[in-house]
Nanobody, 124 residues
Framework: QVQLVESGGGLVQAGGSLRLSCAAS????????VGWFRQAPGKEREFVAL????????YYADSVKGRFTISRDNAKNTVYLQMNSLKPEDTAVYYC?????????????????WGQGTQVTVSS
């Protein structure tokens, strides 16, 4: 089992920045790829970014490419999502999730472990 806890959400004006953290405990963290997803009210959960086991590869949704950066520190069992140039449409609950492999990584159904989520609200 892997337990995930997100933090760092909040209210920010458009154009501002936030850094989300996903702290893990349990099994060896470096054995898992970690994705960030978000879900806005009335919408489906959507893929935001993914980082592979040792951070060698990262993937982003087109909507956040160039604005968001995912990184990880395996010594601290933590994954980060740096979000810059935030837009009102980025408003959502953000979740981190973990799994062993990353085939079809945009599909939330294939992730085994999830955090409770952290709210990000971007005002215009």
């Amino acid at each position: 089992q892997v337990q995930l806890v997100e933090s760092g959400g909040g209210l920010v004006q458009a154009g501002g920045s936030l850094r989300l953290s996903c702290a893990a405990s349990g099994r060896t963290f470096s054995n898992y790829v970690v994705g960030w997803f978000r879900q806005a009210p009335g919408k489906e959960r959507e893929f935001v970014a993914l980082i592979t086991w040792n951070g060698g590869n990262t993937y982003y949704a087109d909507s956040v490419k160039g604005r968001f950066t995912i990184s990880r520190d395996n010594a601290k069992n933590t994954v980060y999502l740096q979000m810059n140039s935030l837009k009102p449409e980025d408003t959502a609950v953000y979740y981190c999730a973990a799994r062993r492999s990353y085939s079809d990584y945009v599909n939330p159904s294939f992730y085994n472990f999830w955090g409770q989520g952290t709210q990000v609200t971007v005002s215009s």
